[in-house]
């Protein structure tokens, strides 16, 4: 098949993707939301949103180390430290532009011990879909040992997988975009929809070498990798293209608090698509090495 003949060239596309978003997410780093760092959020609502700079400049004036952004149509978040009720008062009175109140349609503070306890049962909760993740697949392919071990199914799912992550987060690094629980939420459902596409490809193999043995027939594994791609590829590209159309109209024309995750879930799935066809079927050939012609 034309991807695997041409596997070192998807595969250069992938990883310098991949290193592109590393590169930012380092040099920019992430604007994590205030679950994981600790602080206040408040969400206003004007009938007549003034100008951003306007209520930046006005919250300075009353001594408020704040960031603010446009939310929806009418409506502004405000985050900052964590606030007493008295604080939380003075903010909200001192939101009022060219005497227009706002109205708070939302107020949550969070402690910094509690933002720490968040991160790290985020991370723990990444880490333990990867763990699981590669066990299973050991597990569901152990019967499969030539000519590429069961374990290295596993280790080539955890590398598209990387891949299908790094890459969204790098975006919101480039965009400046919340890392916040939703965030999470998208990632780690990248991490199980991202999967299903790669395991199917794998199966379509474990198959065909089955089906080889029973017939014994000496069939290359490149060959038999291209033929279970191109078996599969199809249901693959429409299940998840269908996907992504929603998540983009939920992105455009959903509620503003959903729209991140939505992107987050709509890039996931398109990268999560490519690395399936384009990365891990590559890879196994790779791995097998000089097996994979024989």
Request: aromatic letters at 8%; zero cysteines; charged letters at 15%.
């Amino acid at each position: 098949m034309f991807i695997i003949k041409h596997k070192f060239i998807f595969l250069a596309i992938s990883a310098a993707l991949a290193v592109a978003s590393l590169i930012i997410i380092v040099a920019k780093g992430f604007h994590v939301g205030i679950e994981f760092t600790g602080g206040s959020v408040m969400e206003a609502a004007y009938q007549t949103r003034p100008d951003i700079t306007v209520v930046q400049e006005q919250l300075t004036h009353n001594g408020f180390d704040a960031q603010v952004q446009e939310f929806g149509t009418d409506s502004i978040v405000v985050r900052t430290r964590n606030l007493s009720e008295d604080e939380h008062q003075a903010l909200l009175g001192a939101l009022t532009i060219d005497t227009q109140a706002p109205v708070e349609k939302r107020f949550n503070s969070i402690g910094p011990s509690i933002g720490r306890e968040l991160r790290s049962k985020a991370f723990v909760a990444i880490g333990l879909v990867l763990l699981m993740t590669i066990l299973f697949i050991a597990y569901a392919f152990r019967k499969v040992s030539q000519p590429v071990s069961s374990w290295k199914y596993g280790l080539v799912a955890i590398i598209t997988l990387f891949h299908d992550v790094v890459i969204p987060a790098g975006i919101f690094a480039l965009l400046g975009y919340e890392v916040n629980s939703l965030f999470i939420v998208g990632v780690l459902s990248i991490l199980g929809l991202s999967i299903n596409d790669t395991i199917v490809v794998f199966d379509r193999v474990r198959e065909n070498l089955k089906v080889n043995a029973e017939e014994r027939n000496q069939e290359p594994f490149t060959t038999t990798v291209g033929k279970s791609l191109r078996q599969t590829i199809v249901r693959s590209v429409n299940t998840s293209l269908s996907l992504i159309l929603v998540l983009i109209v939920l992105y455009v024309v959903g509620p503003a608090s959903t729209q991140h995750l939505a992107l987050v879930l709509a890039l996931g799935m398109l990268f999560g698509t490519y690395s399936s066809i384009a990365v891990a079927s590559p890879l196994l050939v790779v791995l097998a090495g000089k097996k994979a012609r024989a």
